[in-house]
């Protein structure tokens, strides 16, 4: 029997005055149990729908359209949540958990804007007289994901999974366990959740295995993202038909630069070869420096099995202990990897440079080449560097002798042209057979090895730009959007708390700033205060110039064996060449652009997370071993509660609350640049250098709290206060050391 008609007429009437469940079900005349069933069932159906609302104290009535607005809600792993609205300009509001109804994680819902009076009251006290808006979610629109990963337990009575996500706070019930044991990862499809008093309910889809057995917990965060690290196996069978051999009818069309010295640069641990380069005299004068790039359109054909599993994937994902690639291991290692000592397609950018580094020419065409030698960064390093054991064949340090002094001349000129000029350290993380972290240290980059590679590879991204912004048809960019206004003055803000004299508002202004950080205490923590004010880099099929690296028109086509929107711009360059209509239209060309800007930031985040993860467990061994630990680090930002603090060793971050400090009360400034004392002394701010020990680490909510290390002796606050316990005869605490005495 059906309710939701009754409801909603009673709800609407004039006069109506919110009640909570029961009082509405009396009024209603639905008495008996079964109806009352159906009844409860209507209501949160209605409410689901967003055309009823739960009020304060569960009374139910109709939502103020005018106070309404829809939205992206995040849920912080200490509590609470973020809501964030559609629409731009609008601030984001805070939802306190109890206020979250039936929402999950990144759910979109519609919210109620209200102000909160025990907020207020609180704020009142603390001589803040603004209001702070709060939000109640009316209704989930639509859900994020209906699978979730987490670590199943049983009871007595029923089965249950904690959630791998820190902002998932809902156990999971589950409705059949299939016989996995305990303490196994496990991914579970969710049931529909519309009553928040009832429990959340799913069925085991994976075991993903024993929590601790080694990669489970990688396998874990991709099951948990949704992604498929195996391809299907009939994009496997498809892969396994082309072939890499360089017949005489695949050299139709191409020149052949074959017996040209052409060579790789890459990393030690590389595996996949997309990019060589070469350099030659030119007639002319100057030099013509060759972008060879592995021709993966000419084997991923359009709508095929294999392009349609690239697009979904996007792009590869970099673990800490795996790659996760868009195209099969078949075509990433041996068809398209420009392997040396073997024929290989490839589509090739010559560019005429002058003896100053300054482009006078380029074009493109198909190619065919024979990678001479397969270096690594180390190598090339240690040929800067002028070491004797680079091992480097003689031919190609002839080549490098001419490409290593014109590069130099080519970012010289970057620079001059306003080029952000931005070095960040990044960790290395090794892990024993076990999957354990077995030492972690700052990334050793062959920082003038790489970028050598990086300004050729810029170079001829730029020239495809070019040739398709002449071409005066849709086509795909890689841009990236200077920073608004807030961005600008936050940068400017944080700089200057750092004890650098700067209010960026361009390029020259930031690299000005970067110059007077260099050598200085703060110059990693001004680093991080610029690109954290900096937007990302994104696919576009609009041409809106790269702020960063002060380009006008650029694109990005060096890297098609990982990136999906490098494999389009191949497509559409060859287009161009061949004199042909393009193969996609503009709105596909955006739809490619949005979806692969997504599948990218989630790979970020992965490959974040992933780090993450195994740096938390390596605290938290070290935390729970005997041995007792300080760390140096850097006061990186403040909050209201307290400071955040990176490790540099590590590039771990975690936060000292005031509240651990007992020498001082202290609380942010409106900046949150600084933290001071009631009185106004400062005594800490960004940058600061401090030696901090473990305090916590929560594994299951993926944060760290440190101490100051100063402060590990002392008691807190908390143990200063009389320890309480029950009352004999009450039950009611009271302070030890006062029970009453029986009477005898």
């Given amino acids: 029997m059906s309710f939701d008609t009754q409801i909603l007429q009673f709800i609407s009437s004039p006069g109506y005055r919110p009640m909570k469940q029961h009082e509405l079900a009396n009024a209603l005349n639905i008495n008996s149990k079964g109806q009352r069933a159906d009844f409860r069932h209507d209501l949160y159906a209605l409410e689901e729908a967003g055309k009823i609302v739960r009020l304060r104290k569960n009374r139910w009535g109709l939502p103020e359209v005018g106070n309404q607005t829809v939205g992206i809600i995040r849920m912080m792993a200490k509590g609470g949540a973020i809501f964030i609205p559609d629409e731009e300009g609008e601030s984001e509001i805070y939802i306190s958990d109890r206020n979250a109804g039936v929402a999950l994680p990144n759910d979109k819902v519609s ?17 803040q007289t603004d209001l702070r808006a709060e939000g109640r979610v009316l209704q989930v629109i639509e859900r994020h994901t209906d699978q979730v990963v987490g670590l199943l337990k049983h009871t007595p009575y029923y089965s249950y999974i904690i959630p791998d996500a820190p902002g998932f706070r809902h156990d999971v019930r589950i409705d059949d366990t299939q016989n996995v044991p305990k303490d196994h990862k496990v991914l579970v499809k969710l049931n529909a959740w519309i009553d928040p008093y009832k429990p959340l309910t799913g069925s085991i889809l994976e075991d993903l295995g024993e929590r601790s057995a080694p990669g489970v917990d990688v396998d874990s965060l991709l099951a948990d993202a949704g992604i498929q690290e195996e ?18 009818d695949k050299m139709e069309g191409r020149r052949d630069l074959r017996d040209a010295v052409t ?24 030099w ?34 795996r790659a996760v690639m868009m195209l099969p291991k078949e075509l990433t290692t041996k068809v398209c990897s420009l392997n040396p000592e073997n024929d290989h397609l490839s589509h090739t950018v010559d560019i005429h440079l002058s003896e100053d580094g300054e482009i006078l020419d380029f074009e493109t065409y198909p190619s065919v080449i024979h990678s001479k030698c397969r270096m690594t960064y180390t190598q090339v390093q240690k040929f800067i560097d002028q070491k004797p054991d680079h091992e ?3 031919m190609i340090i002839q080549r490098l002798e001419n490409l290593w002094p014109l590069v130099q001349k080519v970012r010289a000129l970057r620079v001059a042209n306003g080029s952000v000029e931005i070095n960040t350290p990044e960790i290395e993380i090794k892990l024993n057979d076990q ?42 960019y890689r841009v990236h959007d200077e920073p608004d206004e807030e961005q600008w003055a936050a940068m400017g803000m944080e700089l200057q708390a750092l004890g650098i004299p700067a209010l960026p508002q361009t390029r020259a202004d930031i690299n000005a700033a970067v110059k007077m950080a260099i050598g200085t205490p703060v110059e990693y923590t001004a680093n991080l205060a610029i690109l954290r004010n900096f937007k990302r880099a994104e696919y ?42 393009f193969p996609i239209s503009g709105d596909k060309l955006e739809e490619i652009a949005l979806h692969c800007n997504e599948t990218e930031k989630k790979a970020d985040e992965l490959e974040k997370k992933s780090t993450e993860k195994k740096r938390l467990e390596y605290y938290s061994e070290l935390m729970n071993s005997s041995l007792a630990q300080t760390f140096k680090g850097y006061i990186v930002s403040i909050k209201g509660k307290g400071m955040i603090v990176e490790l540099p060793d590590s590039l771990q971050r975690g936060m000292v609350t005031f509240a651990s400090i ?27 250098e401090v030696e901090v020990a473990l305090a916590k680490v929560d594994t299951a909510r993926g944060f760290i709290d440190f101490v100051l290390a100063d402060q590990v002796s002392q008691p807190t606050r908390r143990e200063r206060r009389p320890k309480m316990q029950p009352d004999m005869k009450t039950g009611k605490l009271r302070p030890r050391g006062k029970q009453r005495r029986r009477r005898r």
């Fill in 111 to 127: 919210i109620e804007i209200f102000h909160s009076e025990y907020a207020a009251r609180q704020r009142e006290r603390r001589g």
């Fill in 231 to 248: 391809f299907p196996q009939d994009v496997i069978d498809e892969a396994n038909q082309l072939s890499g051999e360089v017949t005489p």
């Fill in 263 to 286: 060579f790789t640069i890459d990393p030690e641990t590389a595996k996949d070869y997309d990019d060589a380069v070469s350099i030659e005299p030119h007639p002319d004068g100057g």
């Fill in 288 to 321: 013509v420096l060759g972008v060879h790039i592995a021709d993966v359109s000419t084997y991923v054909q359009p709508g095929s099995l294999i392009d349609q599993e690239a697009f979904r994937r996007g792009n590869s994902i970099y673990l800490v202990d």
């Fill in 392 to 394: 480097i064949p003689e």
């Fill in 435 to 476: 999957g354990k972290v077995e030492k972690m240290m700052p990334r050793s980059v062959s920082k003038q090895a790489y970028g050598l590679i990086e300004d050729c590879m810029l170079l001829a991204n730029r020239a495809v730009a070019e040739i398709l912004i002449k071409s005066e048809k849709p086509a795909l």
């Fill in 540 to 581: 576009s099929s609009t041409q809106i110039g790269h702020f960063g690296l002060a380009f006008d028109d650029y694109t990005h086509f060096t890297s098609p064996i990982r990136r999906y929107p490098d494999l389009v711009v191949h497509r559409l360059l060859k287009a161009v060449e061949l004199g042909r209509d």
């Fill in 662 to 688: 007992t020498s001082d009360w202290l609380e942010a400034n409106d900046e949150m640049t600084q933290a001071r004392t009631k009185a106004g002394k400062v005594k800490f701010t960004i940058g600061q």
